[in-house]
């Protein structure tokens, strides 16, 4: 009597292909765009997702410093870091963030929707963030990828 075996697949670094998109930050919420913007890192759109493995695709996010915030997170939002040192707390507001660094607020709202551990900074590296619209990733051939198709 012959059964069946069913068998789950699961993904490893030779058999993840992986692509290049293009999203553009421009007129977008951070919030949702950088929510959409892990997903695809991660690789959660793909039928293999496996999650202990790196099988996300390359992002790059161009305008990045285009984004608009909702309510009154422009003037209210302050990020935190910490030297180490008693009294080594300093406070940065997001529009001194956008003056000095204007890539860096969707860099640190992508980067918190990643995993905490090895493979989160790991994907970490395939987000490439421009402030403008131009890149220097044209030898890969990243395809356009609009945020509105992704659920």
Same mark, same amino acid.
């Given at each position: 009597?012959?059964?069946l075996k069913y068998r789950?697949?699961?993904?490893n670094?030779?058999?993840?292909k992986? #692509?290049? $998109?293009?999203?553009?930050?421009k007129d #977008?919420v951070?919030? @949702?765009?950088?929510s959409?913007?892990a $997903?695809?890192?991660r +690789?959660?759109?793909?039928? /293999?997702f496996?999650?202990?493995v790196d099988? +996300?695709?390359?992002?790059i996010?161009i305008?990045?410093?285009?984004f608009i915030?909702?309510?009154n ?5 302050? /990020?935190?870091?910490h030297? +180490?040192y008693? +009294?080594?707390q300093? $406070?940065?507001?997001i529009?001194?963030?956008l003056?000095?660094?204007?890539? @860096?607020a969707?860099?640190?709202?992508v980067?918190g929707m990643?995993p905490?551990? @090895?493979?989160? @900074?790991e994907? $970490? ?14 030898? #890969?051939?990243?395809?356009?990828l609009?945020?509105n198709?992704?659920k």
């Amino acid at each position: 009597m012959k059964s069946l075996k069913y068998r789950t697949v699961s993904a490893n670094k030779e058999t993840v292909k992986k #692509q290049w $998109f293009i999203v553009d930050a421009k007129d #977008q919420v951070l919030g @949702r765009v950088a929510s959409k913007v892990a $997903f695809i890192l991660r +690789g959660k759109h793909k039928p /293999y997702f496996t999650p202990h493995v790196d099988c +996300g695709d390359n992002v790059i996010i161009i305008n990045a410093d285009k984004f608009i915030l909702t309510g009154n997170k422009m003037a209210d939002k302050k /990020y935190v870091s910490h030297s +180490g040192y008693p +009294g080594g707390q300093k $406070f940065t507001s997001i529009e001194n963030m956008l003056k000095k660094h204007p890539e @860096r607020a969707m860099e640190k709202a992508v980067k918190g929707m990643l995993p905490k551990n @090895r493979l989160g @900074r790991e994907l $970490f590296r395939n987000l490439h963030v421009n402030s403008g619209t131009e890149h220097e990733h044209e030898a #890969q051939k990243p395809e356009v990828l609009d945020l509105n198709t992704i659920k």
